[in-house]
Nanobody, 129 residues
Framework: QVQLVEFGGGLVQAGGSLRLSCAAS????????SGWFRQAPGKEREFVAA????????VYADSVQGRFTISRDNAKNMAYLQMNSLKPDDTAAYYC??????????????????????WGQGTQVTVSP
């Protein structure tokens, strides 16, 4: 089991930056790939970025490639999403998520929403023009 709590969202002007954090608890986070998803009003939840359990193999949605950076610190049970050059289209609720690999693989993480079994409650990011 993994419990996730996101924080760090807020209101920022276009071109600005925000850093989202995800605090994880539970015995299996260190063997669980993690990711970030977002959901704008009236739209489906979509993949943003993911990283392997060991902190490697980052993958990004095309829409955020080059602007967002995903990372994690297993010693602190934390995951992060650094968001730069924010655009109004980035406005959404952002969710931290994780899944446990069985058997453990340690390779490139999955980007499919259906693969993730643990979810945080979300944190709102609003980017003004």
């Amino acid at each position: 089991q993994v419990q996730l709590v996101e924080f760090g969202g807020g209101l920022v002007q276009a071109g600005g930056s925000l850093r989202l954090s995800c605090a994880a608890s539970g015995p299996t986070f260190r063997i669980s790939p993690s990711g970030w998803f977002r959901q704008a009003p009236g739209k489906e939840r979509e993949f943003v970025a993911a990283i392997s359990a060991g902190g490697g193999y980052p993958v990004y949605a095309d829409s955020v490639q080059g602007r967002f950076t995903i990372s994690r610190d297993n010693a602190k049970n934390m995951a992060y999403l650094q968001m730069n050059s924010l655009k109004p289209d980035d406005t959404a609720a952002y969710y931290c998520a994780a899944y446990t690999e069985s058997p453990f693989d340690g390779g490139s993480p999955d980007s499919r929403k259906s693969r993730y079994t643990y979810w945080g409650q979300g944190t709102q990011v609003t980017v003004s023009p």
